[in-house]
């Protein structure tokens, strides 16, 4: 996020005599520039998919445009593939995959091309094929098979380039294996066992190129829910225990911050009683520790970190019949959720994907007609990378700072003289007031 001492602002406030400058002169200074360009966030309905659909995936192509595959649109798997173009806010069919899947998962290699794997079909087999979309002639192709059939499994594209892919639900109940896909060969190799064998658990590839998973649960008998994390290290190919969940969580949503902690919310705990909370992993000491609670219940949601920081919780399940409509921004810098616009339609078990354009796109899921075709973007109103946009929002909310700013600071500011004291105030109350009202 660009400072607020590098911002017009603040080349103005360097040649201000700050004793002069009134409270309302500064703020009719300040807004004149910027007033009508600012917007509140809002999510707005695009295009609806072709085909409703629930369990599927979403993988942001590198033209910029979105490829939904699989998923359940009634009671079996669908076999059909549909493209969004941000561009034209519409759907387009592509060709379909030879099988039709759901609770597979997706991933977008090197070269551009889709990998999609595993999963249940039509006839409630669980799957150990996989499949590559390329985007430039839209057509499917098979490739090496996984060797063992997973559904909701967890995957993720290592820094060599290869897929890591984790647990599931096998045929013989939940697996705490691990296999690594070569695009180079189209193949799979094992990559060693996890220490717990996990399904609905978190994922993430760490900044060191090391990769944790966390939580989830053991299905086959009695079910129970895992507080459990460990590393997965490429160049030695084996898995470590690392520290423990504060609570258990499986049906978690996890993201990985820009300060390279990992941040882990929601999810169901002990009981199957939805979870609110959310904690912080701290590879550098291999520890998680409780952050603020989001502002509701919510297992099944998605988080999407947003360009500027901020995350982005939205849609999920409270239990029982709920389709949740909320969404909530955390801020890492505070550890505190506040809530923003909501969505149109309650959804849980949808997608979101981060679009070129800093929108998200958020995609079928589960909800009250039961399965959904509806998809709409978050828009978080200014974008406040630019400089244009910075000064109404220092207008509106540090006007009070200013003022007492102005009483402690009776000099005349220069480029070469700059107070750090008020800039760091002001980019702290900059902040907050973007954060108390959902802007990013």
């Not at 659909?53 to 059909?80: E, M």
């Not at 939805?274 to 912080?280: G, M, R, S, T, V």
């Not at 207008?395 to 003289?417: G, K």
């Amino acid at each position: 996020m660009k400072q607020l001492g590098q911002s017009k602002f603040s080349a103005r406030l360097r040649f201000a005599f700050v004793p002069l400058i009134s409270h309302g002169l500064l703020i009719s200074l300040l807004a004149t520039t910027a007033h009508a360009q600012l917007e509140p966030p809002i999510w707005r309905i695009t295009g609806l998919l072709g085909t409703a659909r629930s369990s599927h995936t979403a993988t942001l192509l590198t033209d910029g445009k979105v490829l939904v595959v699989g998923g359940v649109p009634c009671c079996r798997a669908t076999g059909s593939a549909e493209v969004y173009d941000p561009v034209t806010g519409q759907w387009n069919a592509t060709s379909n995959p030879s099988t039709p899947r759901r609770s597979h998962v997706a991933v977008r290699l090197p070269d551009g091309k889709v990998l999609i794997a595993g999963g249940v079909n039509d006839s409630f087999t669980r799957l150990n094929t996989a499949e590559i979309y390329d985007p430039a002639p839209g057509a499917w192709s098979a490739t090496g098979n996984l060797s063992a059939a997973r559904q909701s499994p967890r995957a993720t594209v290592l820094t060599d380039g290869r897929v890591l892919v984790t647990g599931g639900l096998g045929t013989s109940g939940t697996l705490n294996t691990a296999e690594l896909y070569d695009p180079a060969t189209g193949t799979w190799s094992l990559a060693g066992m996890m220490n717990v064998a996990r399904i609905s658990h978190a994922m993430t590839l760490l900044p060191n190129g090391q990769v944790i998973a966390a939580g989830g649960q053991v299905v086959g008998g009695p079910s129970s829910a895992s507080r459990t994390a460990e590393i997965y290290d490429p160049a030695a190919g084996d898995w470590t225990i690392t520290g423990e969940l504060t609570v258990p969580r499986p049906v978690a949503s996890s993201v990985l911050l820009g300060n390279g902690k990992v941040l882990v919310a929601g999810g169901v705990g002990l009981e199957d009683n939805p979870l609110a909370n959310a904690e912080l992993y701290d590879p550098s000491t291999g520890q998680w520790s409780a952050t603020g609670n989001m502002t509701t219940v919510r297992f099944v949601h998605t988080l999407t970190l947003l360009p500027a920081g901020f995350v982005l919780a939205a849609g999920g399940s409270a239990g029982g019949t709920g389709f949740l409509k909320s969404a909530e921004l955390y801020d890492p810098a505070t550890g505190h959720w506040t809530a923003t616009a909501d969505l149109n339609s309650g959804r849980f078990n949808h997608t979101a994907t981060l679009l070129g354009d800093g929108k998200v796109l958020v995609a079928g899921g589960f909800g009250v007609t039961p399965m959904l075709t509806s998809a709409e973007l978050y828009e978080s109103g200014a974008d406040f990378n630019r400089d244009d946009k910075l000064d109404l929002v220092t207008a509106n909310y540090l006007s009070d700072d200013i003022s007492a700013l102005i009483q402690q600071q009776p000099v005349l500011y220069h480029a070469e003289e700059e107070s750090n004291h008020l800039h760091e105030q002001l980019a702290r109350s900059e902040r907050m007031w973007r954060f108390q009202r959902g802007w990013l």
